[in-house]
């Protein structure tokens, strides 16, 4: 009873890997086919790639690198990232001010 419980288990793996990849054929075709649109604006252009890459990488991250059962440990790291990077951001727009202790002669 358990290798056919594992078995099935393992076909749903396999099934879900295989969508995963059917699914990033679809994202490159889509990329390939976006490089082909007349649209004037290069801004709209540099959007449309980079939301079809933004997918492409989630699913690439959260399927075939096991982060999406991660949530937890994804969302602390997140957190400590956001943390550093407004500290850093602080000080970089804190020591650009003419009366901070940097620029006193």
């Not at 949530?71 to 970089?92: D, H, S």
Request: net charge positive.
């Amino acid at each position: 009873m358990s290798d056919s419980h594992s078995a099935e288990e393992f076909k749903h793996h396999v099934r879900r890997y295989v969508a995963v990849f059917i699914a990033l054929i679809v994202g490159t075709v889509a990329t390939v086919g976006a490089s082909y649109l007349k649209i004037d604006s290069v801004a709209a252009t540099v959007a449309i790639a980079l939301l079809i890459a933004c997918i492409k990488g989630f699913l690439v991250a959260g399927y075939f690198m096991h982060l999406i059962s991660e949530k937890k440990m994804i969302y602390g790291i997140l957190i400590a990232t956001v943390f550093f990077f407004a500290g850093l951001m602080y000080l970089t727009v804190w020591s650009m001010d003419s009366n901070s202790l940097i620029h006193i002669k």
